[in-house]
């Protein structure tokens, strides 16, 4: 017997760890059909949006036919400051459709809310959590697919294999910004495996953060770039803290220098296919953001966007507390400019700032900002590893979540139905309360 388990108090690993035994024991054949679709669910969550938004499907559908079974196993969740943070940040979100000037475009917004609801659907399987991360993983590597064939049918002229996508920029089935924004999550996926692994695992993982590094940059999305060069600083510094006399020793070895052999070898490549289009994107962003900073030119992209920014900071300077309203920040904007004198016309306006916490700022004013903050930062602690867990395989979701938030400075990560729909399943495989993994012989 395992005993009561009652939501909202905190249960020790071991009762979790009961938990978990219990339902691998009695329930085989559901436990295994749940973790598969789990897995289709993950692999799906970055693919094109119409896929994306059919994600959840296979996940709740199994979830909901073995719920008579595993409704205890929720329970515990409630003791989860990730399932708190969430909760109350959905009700502060949904509460500020009451002042919204928009509200259709509200609704929009708020509606990214329903991929909350992996963090429930993934937590009976949580225990498979190494599985769950490559599914996710896999995704990442079909959008990857995806930018190649639009380089193959670019240069080869075959308009079925291309997406429209501006020069310079191969997104694959992502939107670029999108694109960009994922694939951050999908470098910090694998930095740590790439960084602390050992043996197969760590090589897999280093091929796979070589060609994230290179789709990314082929995306064309500046923000993007910047974010992901942090997060190679963060997780790089972070490895050298955690195990530099180690890494320090292996770097002697013959493997290491094939490793670097084969790596330069491949970066050479890499930049003589992307390099020219990488140049001149850069170029066009220093330029854009020196004509905003010296001329006020805020007609171009960058401009726009720093723009934004600084509206997103005003209408919280406004309305400090409770923020305009979810999908009030363009009838904002507009007003703004109207008051100013300004034609709403000769300036670019937008549904969201382009900075996920200045957004929820703006909207939902610092209570929601506060809250999103304190969501990410909680769910990136909680998702650092634990004994008997390991840096190596076992953090990739923290970094993963790390990498989104650098990220989010130049994207609205919770709008966005495929960055929103990866935040909600990284801080499911984040949450603190998850048990010990489960061997494969138990699954």
């Given at each position: 017997m395992?005993?009561?388990?009652?939501?909202?108090?905190?249960?020790?690993?071991?009762r979790?760890?009961?938990?978990?035994?219990?339902?691998?024991?009695?329930?085989?054949?559901?436990?295994?059909?749940?973790?598969?679709?789990?897995?289709?669910?993950?692999?799906?969550?970055?693919?094109?949006?119409?896929?994306?938004?059919?994600?959840?499907?296979?996940?709740?559908?199994?979830?909901?036919?073995?719920?008579?079974?595993?409704?205890?196993?929720?329970?515990?969740?409630?003791?989860?400051?990730?399932?708190?943070?969430?909760?109350?940040?959905?009700?502060?979100?949904?509460?500020?459709?009451?002042?919204?000037?928009?509200?259709?475009?509200?609704l929009?917004?708020?509606?990214?809310?329903?991929?909350?609801?992996?963090?429930?659907?993934l937590?009976?399987?949580?225990?498979?959590?190494?599985?769950?991360?490559?599914?996710?993983?896999?995704?990442?590597?079909?959008?990857?697919?995806?930018?190649?064939?639009?380089?193959?049918?670019?240069?080869?002229?075959?308009?079925?294999?291309?997406?429209?996508?501006?020069?310079?920029?191969?997104?694959?089935?992502?939107?670029?910004?999108?694109?960009?924004?994922?694939?951050?999550?999908?470098?910090?996926?694998h930095?740590?495996?790439?960084?602390?692994?050992?043996?197969?695992?760590?090589v897999?993982?280093?091929?796979?953060?070589?060609?994230?590094?290179?789709?990314l940059?082929?995306?064309?999305?500046?923000?993007?770039?910047?974010?992901?060069?942090?997060l190679?600083?963060?997780?790089?510094?972070g490895?050298?803290?955690?195990?530099?006399r180690?890494?320090?020793?292996?770097?002697?070895?013959?493997r290491?220098?094939?490793?670097?052999?084969?790596?330069?070898?491949?970066?050479?490549?890499a930049?003589?296919?992307l390099?020219?289009?990488?140049?001149r994107?850069?170029?066009?962003?220093?330029?854009?953001?020196?004509?905003?900073?010296?001329?006020?030119d805020?007609?171009?992209?960058?401009?726009?966007?720093?723009?934004?920014?600084?509206?997103?900071?005003?209408?919280?300077?406004?309305?400090?507390?409770?923020?305009?309203?979810?999908?009030?920040?363009?009838?904002?904007?507009?007003?703004h400019?109207?008051?100013r004198?300004?034609?709403?016309?000769?300036?670019?306006?937008?549904?969201?700032?382009?900075?996920?916490?200045?957004?929820?700022?703006?909207?939902t004013?610092l209570?929601?900002?506060?809250?999103?903050?304190?969501?990410?930062i909680?769910?990136?602690?909680?998702?650092?590893?634990r004994?008997?867990?390991?840096?190596?395989?076992?953090?990739?979701?923290?970094?993963?979540?790390?990498?989104?938030?650098?990220?989010?400075?130049?994207?609205?990560?919770?709008?966005?139905?495929?960055?929103?729909?990866?935040?909600?399943?990284?801080?499911?495989?984040?949450?603190?309360?998850?048990?010990?993994?489960?061997?494969?012989?138990?699954?």
């Amino acid at each position: 017997m395992i005993g009561r388990v009652s939501f909202f108090a905190r249960q020790s690993p071991e009762r979790i760890a009961a938990i978990f035994e219990r339902q691998r024991s009695h329930d085989r054949l559901g436990y295994t059909i749940h973790v598969w679709a789990a897995v289709v669910s993950l692999a799906m969550l970055t693919g094109p949006t119409t896929v994306c938004e059919f994600a959840l499907l296979p996940l709740a559908v199994v979830t909901l036919i073995r719920l008579p079974g595993i409704w205890r196993m929720a329970l515990p969740l409630g003791a989860a400051w990730v399932v708190r943070l969430y909760v109350l940040l959905a009700m502060w979100w949904t509460l500020s459709l009451a002042w919204s000037p928009d509200r259709t475009q509200g609704l929009d917004e708020v509606a990214t809310l329903r991929f909350a609801v992996m963090v429930p659907l993934l937590w009976p399987v949580l225990d498979r959590r190494r599985l769950l991360c490559w599914a996710l993983a896999a995704g990442f590597l079909a959008g990857n697919l995806s930018q190649l064939a639009h380089a193959i049918g670019t240069h080869a002229g075959i308009p079925s294999l291309t997406w429209s996508r501006l020069p310079d920029r191969n997104s694959g089935w992502w939107d670029p910004v999108v694109g960009g924004s994922l694939l951050c999550a999908a470098l910090g996926l694998h930095l740590p495996g790439a960084l602390l692994g050992t043996g197969r695992p760590r090589v897999v993982h280093g091929v796979c953060a070589l060609l994230t590094l290179a789709a990314l940059f082929a995306t064309g999305t500046r923000g993007a770039w910047l974010a992901a060069a942090v997060l190679l600083v963060f997780c790089g510094g972070g490895a050298l803290w955690l195990r530099g006399r180690h890494l320090r020793s292996s770097l002697r070895s013959p493997r290491t220098l094939l490793a670097a052999l084969v790596v330069g070898a491949l970066a050479v490549g890499a930049g003589a296919w992307l390099g020219p289009g990488v140049a001149r994107r850069a170029g066009r962003g220093f330029d854009e953001v020196a004509a905003a900073l010296r001329q006020k030119d805020f007609t171009s992209d960058t401009g726009a966007r720093l723009l934004l920014n600084w509206w997103a900071i005003e209408a919280t300077g406004e309305h400090p507390v409770r923020g305009v309203g979810a999908g009030g920040y363009r009838v904002w904007a507009i007003d703004h400019l109207r008051a100013r004198g300004i034609d709403p016309a000769a300036r670019a306006t937008h549904a969201h700032a382009h900075n996920a916490l200045l957004h929820a700022g703006a909207t939902t004013g610092l209570i929601g900002a506060a809250l999103l903050a304190s969501l990410v930062i909680s769910g990136a602690a909680s998702g650092r590893p634990r004994p008997p867990e390991t840096w190596g395989q076992d953090a990739g979701p923290a970094a993963a979540l790390l990498g989104l938030a650098l990220v989010s400075v130049f994207d609205t990560v919770q709008v966005n139905a495929q960055t929103a729909g990866v935040l909600a399943a990284l801080l499911g495989l984040c949450n603190g309360l998850r048990p010990p993994g489960a061997t494969t012989s138990e699954s």
